[in-house]
């Protein structure tokens, strides 16, 4: 649609669209098999999950989802991942204070189901159960990097 003086119109409803999504880096690896095959007792598994996101244009950005996982049993690792998974995302007619919750929490959460069927088709095909990461709450995850980068208010007591 057009404005009155005949150019494209500049306002509209917000959008989010996904313009490509990709692996970036992944690795895998399964350092002590066949021995760590066999089966025995529950490995503990840690994870960690980052989200970083950079401008391409005025309306484009890329958001990479990092996942590191790691599987030790008995102190010996059964398996580890890292995986770097991509998407571009263009966002248009969105406010200025909206565009940084929306970039590093809703752009992640459509990531995420695709970056969690690699890792558990990575890890099915290393020889081991499928691990299904559970889901992620991205809304806490950007509180809790926005409240780590906010300067510390000082407490004032009131007598």
Known sequence: ?????????????????????????????NPNAPQSLSPGQQPAINIQINVNAKPLSETDVEVELKLDGKADSGGAVMFAFELCFAGVFRIEHVAPENVQPLVMIECPRLLFPFAREIVAAAVRNGGFPPLLIDPVDFAGLYRQRVAQFQPQQPHTLVS
């Open 1 to 29: 649609m057009a404005d009155p003086n005949g150019g494209p119109r500049q306002d509209g409803p917000p959008r989010l669209n996904v313009l490509a999504q990709y692996i970036k880096d992944f690795s895998f690896e």
